[in-house]
Each structure stands twice: as structure tokens, then as C-alpha cells.
């Protein structure tokens, strides 16, 4: 059976933790800052953790079973 190759985009936009939880950036935060707040744009800056429902479309994109 063929290796399933790894998705280009996916793997810029993805990184795994030590545990295996997938984290990826927010967005909305590459222009138009101005009308956003500071606090807004701080907690924008951070990592969050993929929702359940998508984490198996990545994993199959990171080509990890």
C-alpha cells in the first residue's frame, strides 16, 4: 500500500503537542487592526486546540492515522 502524502498547506497551518492534540492560530489577525482591541489582538496572537468535529479531517491531511 502507498504512503499517503502529507498536505503542504495543512502542515504549515498545524503543529501536534506532546500529548497529540493538534494546535493551530486564530485568525483575523493580518490586517485591519486598528477597530481591534488590545485584548483582542493579544488573545489572537495564541494557540488554540482543534475543535473534535475537525480534528479527523486534519489528522488525515497531516497524513497521521
Known amino acids: 500500500m502507498a504512503k499517503t502524502k502529507t498536505n503542504p498547506g495543512a ?3 498545524f503543529k501536534m ?3 497529540g492534540k493538534i494546535r493551530r492560530k486564530h485568525a ?3 490586517h485591519l487592526l486598528t477597530k481591534k482591541s ?13 475543535k473534535k ?6 489528522r488525515l491531511l497531516l497524513g497521521i492515522k
Request: aromatic residues 10%; glycine residues 8%; charged residues 40%.
Open 11 to 13: 502542515k504549515k497551518r
Open 17 to 19: 503537542t506532546g500529548s
Open 28 to 30: 483575523y489577525k493580518s
Open 38 to 50: 488590545k485584548k483582542r489582538k493579544r488573545n489572537l496572537g495564541y494557540y488554540t486546540s482543534l
Open 53 to 58: 468535529s475537525d480534528r479527523n479531517n486534519v
